[in-house]
T-cell receptor
Framework: AQRVTQPEKLLSVFKGAPVELKCNYS??????LFWYVQYSRQRLQLLLR??SRESIKGFTADLNKGETSFHLKKPFAQEEDSAMYYC???????????FGTGTRLLVSP | DAGVIQSPRHEVTEMGQEVTLRCKPI?????LFWYRQTMMRGLELLIY????????DSGMPEDRFSAKMPNASFSTLKIQPSEPRDSAVYFC????????????FGPGTRLTVL
């Protein structure tokens, strides 16, 4: 079975503080992991995917197969990072995405 | 391109009524996905289509839910009869198909069943 767990419903930090949004997954094969973001009154959009190994808006995420994790990190949070973040998994050869329940990030000034 | 288009954006109805949600995928995309978003369960895939054919409807919660894609540019999600627990935001997404292409999401339809 494919499962994604985001243990925190809400993460509240101050501007300039480091941020880590946790994501753990369960999948027996080789997964593809994603982070999607939904800013207020905007569409859900792809933030980054593990195969790209890139930094988007200062965010990075490393796939740790040993710990089955794909945590999203940013060293210095900005107010504009406030949004809903979803971790998602796609199994090899599958099209469907399995999402976690999401974490709301609130960055205060 | 306006992206994925969904209508209506908001729907308020009474329990027992039929509800139809509509989606227009991005032109040229041959895969279409319907999701439901709730506070408790997050985003759940309900059903998806490839080339207008339903591929996986295992996420459809009950027989009250049905989805169709009569052509490449239009899909509907119907709930009949609707119940208060169906209240959620329903998203449609599309992509070019294949395992590695990004899904593009619509703005969602917020459904409230009284």
């Amino acid at each position: 079975a494919q499962r994604v767990t985001q243990p925190e419903k809400l993460l509240s930090v101050f501007k300039g503080a480091p941020v880590e949004l946790k994501c753990n997954y369960s999948y027996s094969g080789s997964p593809e992991l994603f982070w999607y973001v939904q800013y207020s009154r905007q569409r859900l959009q792809l933030l980054l995917r593990h195969i790209s190994r890139e930094s988007i808006k200062g965010f990075t995420a490393d796939l740790n197969k040993g710990e089955t994790s794909f945590h999203l990190k940013k060293p210095f949070a900005q107010e504009e990072d406030s949004a809903m973040y979803y971790c998602a998994l796609r199994g090899a050869g599958f099209q469907k995405l399995v999402f976690g329940t999401g974490t709301r990030l609130l960055v205060s000034p | 391109d306006a992206g994925v288009i969904q209508s209506p954006r908001h729907e308020v109805t009474e329990m027992g009524q039929e509800v139809t949600l509509r989606c227009k995928p991005i032109s040229g995309h041959n895969s279409l996905f319907w999701y439901r978003q709730t506070m408790m369960r997050g985003l759940e895939l309900l059903i998806y289509f490839n080339n207008n054919v339903p591929i996986d409807d295992s996420g459809m919660p009950e027989d009250r839910f049905s989805a169709k894609m009569p052509n490449a540019s239009f899909s509907t999600l119907k709930i009949q009869p609707s119940e208060p627990r169906d209240s959620a935001v329903y998203f449609c997404a599309s992509n070019e198909g294949g395992s590695y292409n990004e899904q593009f999401f619509g703005p969602g339809t917020r459904l409230t069943v009284l």
